[in-house]
Every structure is written in structure tokens, then in C-alpha cells.
T-cell receptor
């Protein structure tokens, strides 16, 4: 079972920031938070991951709370092409723990 | 194109027929995964290869399913005696073991419809 809880859907206006929340209250110390997204009819795409520090790359920013029980993915200037299902996943990156356990994710709809 | 390729993109088959899907991973990636995704759900893990060795199979992978990765390159997923419940998107992904920290690369999937 997925170890995360996400809202089923969110809307965002084009050009505005999209903030997607994720709860992972049972996360353990060696588990990372990963975000993937899936645009319709495509495979999931890796976005970003983090352990406890905030992270930023060319696609997004990841803010993880100090207690690590929740996180927020931020798309700073959402475009119509960001409309997708966003999955928050916790995963132990050590050793043989290679599986990703997806939940149902959040359907983000970016409106013009 | 250096991404993960899957063939075919779509397959419609009659119940009881056998089907085979192919996945070509990114060439230097030594790990390969198969996932299945049904409508409205996230992908579910099916099986994993490191090079040519199949190291884990999910209990979702019944004995009608078989996957191979000869020579550690491309992989095939075969479903024998298909059932309507096998209708789903079958996704392949690959990664480099010591770069897995940075996530997998997924293909666009093969959508199977069993009629």
C-alpha cells in the first residue's frame, strides 16, 4: 500500500504557482520523498526527490517539513502542459529497495 | 531517441489469446522494471531485472505471465490465455543501479484491451 496521502484533484490558473501537498506521516528516517507525474497516455516522469532538505531543480521545488511528515511540490509558473497526475512516493533508496509504490496521485488541472 | 521504447503502443486481443510486449530500455541501464496500470489507479509493480536476472516477481504476476530479459538488453512480457481482467497499460522502466537515486525512466506503455 502507498504510504502517502494526496488530494484527488486540484486546479491552478496558468502562470500561477501550483502547490501540491502530500502527507507521509509514517515516513522513516531513511526514506526519501519522490515526486513523479504522468501526463495522459504517457508513462510516469520523474520530477524531484528529497530526504529532509528543500530541493529545487529546473522542473520544480520540493519543500519537506521539519518533522518530515508532509511535503509540498511547487511548480512555480504552471503551464497548460503541466496538467497531469502527480504522484508522491516514499521510498528507501538503500540496498535492494528498488520498487516504487504508487497511490492514486493528484490530478492537477491547469486552466487558461 | 534515447528513451525507453515499448512496442506495440496498443494491442487488442481476444480472450484466450497469447500476447507479447517488448521493451527496449536505455542502453546503459542495467535495471529494468515492468509495471501494470489500470484505469484510475497508479502503476503497480510486476517484476524487476538486474541485467538478465529476474530478481523479483510480484504476486500480481500469475503463472500466465512470463517476463524475460535475454542478454540483459531488451525485455519481453508475455501473457498467455488472456483474460478481460488483463486489460491495462503495461509500463516498462529502466534505471542505472548506482544512479537510481535519481529515479527511473518510464516508457509510454503498451495499452492492452482484451475483448
Amino acid at each position: 500500500d502507498a504510504k502517502t496521502t494526496q488530494p484527488p484533484s486540484m486546479d491552478c490558473a496558468e502562470g500561477r504557482a501550483a502547490n501540491l501537498p502530500c502527507n507521509h506521516s509514517t515516513i522513516s528516517g531513511n526514506e526519501y520523498v519522490y515526486w513523479y507525474r504522468q501526463i495522459h497516455s504517457q508513462g510516469p516522469q520523474y520530477i524531484i526527490h528529497g530526504l529532509k532538505n528543500n530541493e529545487t531543480n529546473e522542473m520544480a521545488s520540493l519543500i519537506i517539513t521539519e518533522d518530515r511528515k508532509s511535503s509540498t511540490l511547487i511548480l512555480p509558473h504552471a503551464t497548460l502542459r503541466d496538467t497531469a497526475v502527480y504522484y508522491c512516493i516514499v521510498r528507501d533508496s538503500g540496498g535492494s529497495n528498488y520498487k516504487l509504490t504508487f497511490g492514486k496521485g493528484t490530478l492537477l488541472t491547469v486552466n487558461p | 531517441d534515447t528513451g525507453v521504447s515499448q512496442d506495440p503502443r496498443h494491442k487488442i486481443t481476444k480472450r484466450g489469446q497469447n500476447v507479447t510486449f517488448r521493451c527496449d530500455p536505455i542502453s546503459e541501464h542495467n535495471r529494468l522494471y515492468w509495471y501494470r496500470q489500470t484505469l484510475g489507479q497508479g502503476p503497480e509493480f510486476l517484476t524487476y531485472f538486474q541485467n538478465e536476472a529476474q530478481l523479483e516477481k510480484s504476486r500480481l504476476l500469475s503463472d500466465r505471465f512470463s517476463a524475460e530479459r535475454p542478454k540483459g538488453s531488451f525485455s519481453t512480457l508475455e501473457i498467455q490465455r488472456t483474460e478481460q481482467g488483463d486489460s491495462a497499460m503495461y509500463l516498462c522502466a529502466s534505471s542505472l543501479a548506482d544512479m537510481e537515486h535519481y529515479g527511473y525512466t518510464f516508457g509510454s506503455g503498451t495499452r492492452l484491451t482484451v475483448v
